[in-house]
């Protein structure tokens, strides 16, 4: 199993530009996230989904967008970038997405808005 | 709501020596607790993890105890590696509806020196 994937791993984009940052996963799990990660403060919930079709917010949702057509992938979109969303983008993916459960994270996308 | 709050780093070390990272949480209901490092360069994988009160969690060496009547959930080593230098995570997991909330700290770096 590759476990969870994302692609690309380093992006830079000028302010304004749109790109959607790919994750997928190949363990049949239920539930995917992304989360991003600036220097004191942890990781922040973006967006979360429990199944093919249904998704939701976090805790930091405004200015991304995501959608959930398969059980796989999950991509999350930056529809006009701003400087504020300069960070690390990890995606994570968990059985059933309870709160016992383990959650399992890509190698995270570093990403950089001038 | 919930927060995780964690010790200020960083912390640096010798070899050999003895590790304590504290972690004390606020929540409602029963929330589990976990433990993720994150390497140099990687995403955050689970060290260990607890999912009631008084349950310890371990693994590599590494030990931390369910406290639900200090709040607290801190992580230990007794004799850290070089190979432990890394970012460790205390994050905690609502449950009920709250699918994968996991809400993390602040993150404290260790560095540990030959």
């Known amino acids: 199993n590759a476990g969870v994937t994302q692609t690309p791993k380093f992006q830079v984009l000028k302010t304004g530009q749109s790109m959607t940052l790919q994750c997928a996963q190949d363990?049949?799990?239920?539930?995917m996230s992304w989360y991003r990660q600036d220097p004191g403060m942890g990781l922040r919930l973006i967006h979360y989904?429990?199944?093919?079709?249904?998704?939701d917010q976090g805790e930091v949702p405004n200015g991304y967008n995501v959608s959930r057509s398969t059980t796989e992938d999950f991509p999350l979109r930056l529809l006009s970038a701003a400087p504020s969303q300069t960070s690390v983008y990890f995606c994570?993916?968990?059985?059933?997405?309870?709160?016992?459960?383990?959650?399992?994270f890509g190698p995270g996308t570093r990403l950089t808005v001038l | 709501g919930n927060s995780v709050t964690q010790m200020e780093g960083p912390v640096t070390l010798s070899e050999e020596a003895f590790l304590t990272i504290n972690c004390t949480y606020t929540a409602t209901g029963y929330p589990s607790l976990f433990w993720y490092v994150q390497y140099p360069g990687e995403g955050l994988q689970l060290l260990l993890k607890a999912t009631k009160a008084d349950d310890k969690g371990s693994n590599k060496g590494f030990e931390a105890t369910y406290r639900k009547e200090t709040t607290s959930f801190h992580l230990e080593k007794g004799s850290v590696q070089v190979s432990d230098s890394a970012v460790y995570f205390c994050?905690?997991?609502?449950?009920?509806?709250?699918?994968?909330?996991?809400?993390f700290g602040q993150g404290t770096i260790l560095t540990v020196h030959p």
């Open positions: 994050a905690l997991g609502s449950g009920g509806t709250s699918y994968g909330k996991l809400t």
């Open positions: 994570a993916s968990s059985h059933r997405g309870r709160s016992t459960d383990t959650q399992y």
């Open positions: 363990m049949n799990h239920e539930y």
């Open positions: 989904s429990v199944g093919a079709g249904i998704t």
